[in-house]
């Protein structure tokens, strides 16, 4: 089985506390936006670039990194091995202001929970889950500031 290696970045998006998946009708996949990081290009930069492309959202600005991980999968007779690199963003717009998502996806707007029960895929799962967390630890920080 031949192996293939390469590394990703992509986003967690908030707004008011949504976060924006995208929905795969036609594999039944609730997913975060991603994409193959470039020659070039920096993870983040990477992430933006995906994020605006895949979701129709221009108005985008990263808040945190939340890390990299890497996984491995078996796909069309290749052994994948990925370094994904997320990071937390914020929509700077109103949802409505997004354009057109890619064909294939559908742009879904969900809770915290939501979120983390639609997610396909587990590793998808935890970076909701560390997401949340810096999300909270951010609006605390805040809410202290403001004490």
């Given at each position: 089985m031949r192996?293939?290696?390469?590394?990703?970045?992509?986003?967690?998006?908030?707004?008011?506390?949504?976060v924006l998946v995208l929905f795969i009708s036609k594999r039944g996949e609730y997913r975060?936006?991603?994409g193959r990081i470039e020659f070039g290009e920096t993870p983040e930069g990477t992430a933006l670039r995906e994020v605006r492309e895949e979701t129709g959202c221009q108005k985008l600005s990263v808040i945190a990194p939340l890390g990299e991980q890497g996984v491995e999968f078996?796909?069309?007779g290749e052994h994948i091995i990925r370094t994904e690199h997320y990071?937390?963003?914020?929509?700077?717009?109103?949802?409505?202001?997004?354009g057109r998502p890619e064909k294939m996806f559908k742009r879904v707007?969900?809770?915290?929970?939501g979120a983390l029960a639609e997610m396909t895929y587990a590793i998808e799962r935890e970076w909701v889950r560390r997401a949340q967390d810096e999300?909270?630890?951010l609006n605390a920080e805040?809410?202290?500031?403001?004490?």
């Open positions: 192996i293939h290696r390469y590394a990703s970045a992509g986003g967690v998006v908030v707004r008011k506390n949504k975060l936006p991603k078996d796909l069309r990071f937390l963003m914020k929509l700077d717009a109103r949802k409505k202001d997004c707007w969900l809770s915290w929970e999300w909270l630890a805040k809410a202290g500031e403001n004490s």
